[in-house]
């Protein structure tokens, strides 16, 4: 049987150009004992895997050159060869980028029986959702009443994290930048904020308006003028949970950090950033909270789906171009 998958043909410098991305095919072999083939249906894109092209070891091993690259998948079981598995289970993994995965049994997680869309455990109950529930209630230390304020609101991570905040009762900004996206934050009863053409102050006045009482917490997936202007807007004691910064991953120079980073200690806060796999121990307690949520429709989410193993590369540019509105998949 044949695999097709992505390889990268060098490291880019700045957003990478879609001529980096390979599509190539290989025959995989037999299975070895305690190996399963897996037919993928949804493949994940995200933002951190444009540090994995740094050629640089991160917090996770760079993609090799030449290599088939790697990302959040799912997909059906067509062989087995472990007696934990069996043909026609669905599973998640990190065998995408490519059509057909060949991997050890040990690195698959089988799928829970119940009425939630497989890709739900790639975007709101998968990875970004459990990057929003974990940088909110465990770095954040979020509680009922707070002043709360997201940047990329409506992406896979902000979109979640602005809807167990307003579950917790507290009064939730987002900011987000396409009209279609300020509006669906508006319908899940968030204060949008829009960041496009704005100047750091002129964002930080905005933040101001829509949160007249400061922030108390905030979760940060941006970097750049979104943190300059949170950082004016910060009430004493306040937690910053910092997810990731979109802003700087395609920056081919080093960027300025904030102006005004001396509000850490005018308002005695608290940054702290996470990486959600040191925490995935607390997987279990996530899905039983927010699980049952979303299969009952307490919990919106959207989905960008891209078709075909051969739109993977763009679906990935796209998320650096506001190309997404919640998480982006692609269905093959």
Same mark, same amino acid.
């Given at each position: 049987?044949?695999?097709?998958?992505?390889?990268?043909?060098?490291?880019?410098?700045?957003?990478?150009?879609?001529?980096?991305?390979?599509?190539?095919?290989?025959?995989?072999?037999?299975?070895?004992?305690?190996?399963?083939? =897996?037919?993928?249906?949804?493949?994940?894109?995200?933002?951190?895997?444009?540090?994995?092209? #740094?050629?640089?070891?991160?917090?996770?091993?760079?993609?090799?050159?030449?290599?088939?690259?790697?990302?959040?998948?799912?997909?059906? @079981?067509?062989?087995?060869?472990?007696?934990?598995?069996?043909?026609?289970?669905?599973?998640?993994?990190?065998?995408?980028?490519?059509?057909?995965?060949?991997?050890?049994?040990?690195?698959?997680?089988?799928?829970?029986?119940?009425?939630?869309?497989?890709?739900?455990?790639?975007? @709101?109950?998968?990875?970004?959702?459990?990057?929003?529930?974990?940088?909110?209630?465990?770095?954040?230390?979020?509680?009922?009443?707070?002043?709360?304020?997201?940047?990329?609101?409506?992406?896979? @991570?902000?979109?979640?994290?602005?809807?167990?905040?307003?579950?917790?009762?507290?009064?939730? @900004?987002?900011?987000?930048?396409?009209?279609?996206?300020?509006?669906?934050?508006? #319908?899940?009863?968030?204060?949008?904020?829009?960041?496009?053409?704005?100047?750091?102050?002129?964002?930080?006045?905005? =933040?101001?308006?829509? #949160?007249?009482?400061?922030?108390?917490?905030?979760?940060?997936?941006?970097?750049? =003028?979104?943190?300059?202007?949170?950082?004016?807007?910060?009430?004493?004691?306040?937690?910053?949970?910092?997810?990731?910064?979109?802003?700087?991953?395609? &920056?081919?120079?080093?960027?300025?950090?904030?102006?005004?980073?001396?509000?850490?200690?005018?308002?005695?806060?608290?940054?702290?950033?996470?990486?959600?796999?040191?925490?995935?121990?607390?997987?279990?307690?996530?899905?039983?909270?927010?699980?049952?949520?979303?299969? &009952?429709?307490?919990?919106?989410?959207?989905?960008?789906?891209?078709?075909?193993?051969?739109?993977?590369?763009?679906?990935?540019?796209?998320?650096?171009?506001?190309?997404?509105?919640?998480?982006?998949?692609?269905?093959?």
């Amino acid at each position: 049987m044949q695999s097709r998958f992505y390889t990268l043909t060098a490291y880019p410098n700045g957003l990478p150009d879609r001529s980096l991305f390979a599509l190539e095919t290989q025959t995989l072999p037999d299975l070895a004992e305690g190996e399963v083939r =897996i037919r993928n249906h949804w493949l994940s894109v995200d933002p951190y895997m444009r540090g994995r092209m #740094s050629g640089l070891r991160t917090y996770v091993e760079p993609f090799g050159i030449g290599k088939p690259m790697e990302g959040g998948a799912i997909g059906e @079981v067509i062989e087995s060869n472990d007696s934990r598995l069996k043909v026609g289970d669905n599973v998640s993994h990190m065998g995408g980028w490519r059509d057909i995965a060949q991997l050890p049994a040990e690195g698959l997680t089988p799928l829970p029986e119940n009425d939630v869309p497989e890709q739900a455990y790639l975007g @709101v109950l998968g990875m970004p959702g459990m990057t929003a529930w974990t940088g909110l209630n465990l770095i954040a230390e979020c509680k009922p009443g707070d002043n709360v304020l997201v940047s990329a609101a409506s992406g896979a @991570v902000g979109s979640l994290a602005v809807q167990l905040a307003k579950a917790k009762g507290c009064h939730v @900004v987002g900011i987000a930048g396409a009209a279609h996206k300020l509006a669906w934050l508006e #319908s899940l009863g968030v204060e949008p904020v829009s960041y496009q053409n704005r100047t750091a102050q002129e964002l930080s006045d905005a =933040i101001k308006l829509a #949160s007249p009482n400061g922030i108390d917490v905030y979760y940060e997936n941006v970097g750049g =003028i979104c943190l300059e202007a949170a950082l004016s807007q910060l009430n004493e004691g306040a937690r910053i949970a910092v997810c990731g910064m979109i802003d700087s991953y395609n &920056a081919e120079a080093p960027s300025p950090g904030p102006s005004n980073l001396s509000q850490l200690v005018i308002r005695k806060a608290k940054m702290q950033g996470f990486i959600v796999a040191d925490h995935w121990s607390s997987y279990p307690y996530f899905l039983n909270e927010v699980t049952p949520q979303v299969a &009952a429709g307490k919990l919106a989410y959207k989905e960008t789906v891209k078709e075909g193993l051969e739109s993977t590369p763009d679906a990935f540019l796209a998320l650096f171009e506001g190309g997404n509105t919640g998480k982006m998949l692609v269905k093959l």
